[in-house]
């Protein structure tokens, strides 16, 4: 397993130094079976592209869960048509970036690879890099006015 990283190797030490170990999950060149099984459940699918001008473009791709499935780990196939609008031109070389969420859970994983197929009942991406990203840690918060202060009296 080839195991890629955001981090060259100076900026991995000094983590190690600081007593961070491994600061995030590996990126990968495949997809975990954890990972492709995932895909297949979802009903949704975020994906970012770059139009013909070079411009990013992104689009949300849904269908019932299994419209997505992964033949082998280096590969996902999606049973959506390319969008015909034109928001997001889906054709053969094309570099995109997936993202799949599941709400209920806040699980993220990352795909990053590219368009390898195209047909009328959708396409196949070639996965270059995986890996999971840190579930959201945010919590709901409440927000209130600051109490108004009252004007000093004056009693002059």
């Given at each position: 397993m080839m195991e890629l990283s955001p981090f060259h190797a100076g900026e991995r030490e000094a983590q190690r130094r600081a007593g961070f170990g491994q600061v995030s999950a590996p990126i990968r060149d495949f997809m975990p079976d954890q990972h492709r099984a995932f895909f297949s459940l979802l009903p949704f699918l975020p994906l970012a592209s770059v139009d013909e001008d070079g411009f990013p473009v992104a689009t949300v791709?849904?269908?019932?869960?299994?419209?997505?499935?992964?033949?082998?780990p280096t590969t996902l196939a999606i049973l959506s048509p390319p969008p015909s609008d034109g928001t997001c031109a889906l054709v053969e070389g094309v570099p995109v970036g997936i993202l799949g969420i599941d709400l209920a859970t806040r699980r993220r994983n990352r795909a990053n690879g590219r368009i390898v197929s195209v047909n009328p009942s959708g396409f196949a991406v070639a996965v270059e890099q995986s890996f999971a990203t840190a579930r959201n840690t945010s919590r709901p918060?409440?927000?209130?006015?600051?109490?108004?202060r009252r004007p000093a009296s004056s009693n002059a």
């Open positions: 791709l849904t269908g019932p869960p299994g419209f997505i499935s992964s033949p082998d918060v409440t927000l209130s006015r600051p109490r108004r």
